[in-house]
Structure formats: C-alpha cells, structure tokens
C-alpha cells in the first residue's frame, strides 16, 4: 500500500506561480508519478508524469512549457512547477503513482494508476 498527499496548493493571481509537492510513504524508484489535475465538471487530465527509474518525464496535451515535473529531494517526493497560470489552470491536483511500465499511451490515463492523493485545490483568479 502506497500513501501519498499533496501540498502547495492555494490561490495566486494570474500569471503567478505555485510549487506542488508529493510525498510518498515508500520510495518512488519504482515507480511511475503522475499529476492529474479535475476541474468542476470535466473529466479528470494528466499534467505530467516521471519515472522514478530513470527520471524520463512525458506531459500532457497542451502541458509542457508551463509545468515542470521532478524528483524532489528525497526519493519519496515529486513536484511540480507550475509557471504563467491561468484561470482554466484551476482545478483540483492530485499525484498518482504506479509501479514503472513502458511508457505507451498508458501513462495518460487514470485508471492505470493504483494509488492516489486526496489532491489539494489550486485556484487561479484573473
């Protein structure tokens, strides 16, 4: 059983920046870490996903430019760097993590995923 929780959310003005972080209860070496994010009423996306094998990163559509993925300093932590946000940006964020597969298609979509944080809520005014 992997435990995760989130922090960093809250709210900045658009434009701003904010720093997500995850922790997990075990060392994500092997493991794959996503964060997805799900705003009211649509469905749940993946922002961006690491290896903790090799530190490899994918991003999700329309993703990359703005959010940075990465190990934290400890092997049981990820975070991500979220720069320029936007309003559409708000939404709830959660990690997710599963043991390290090829990298395919898989790794965008949530169900793949066997563990996940309770998310932390990032709101983004204009």
């Known amino acids: 059983q992997v435990q995760l929780a989130e922090s960093g959310g809250g709210w900045v003005k658009s434009g701003g920046s904010l720093r997500l972080s995850c922790s997990a209860s075990?060392?994500?070496?092997?493991?794959?870490i996503a964060w997805f994010r799900q705003a009211p009423g649509q469905a749940r996306e993946v922002v961006a996903c690491i290896s903790g094998t090799d530190g490899n990163t994918e991003y999700g559509d329309f993703m990359s430019g703005r959010f940075f993925i990465s190990r934290g300093n400890a092997k049981n932590t990820v975070d991500l760097q979220m720069n320029s946000l936007k309003p559409e940006d708000t939404a709830v964020y959660y990690c997710a993590v599963r043991p390290f597969r090829v990298w395919g298609y898989a790794w965008k979509l949530p169900y793949e995923y066997h563990y996940w944080g309770q998310g932390t809520q990032v709101t983004i005014s204009s």
């Open positions: 075990v060392s994500l070496d092997s493991y794959q």
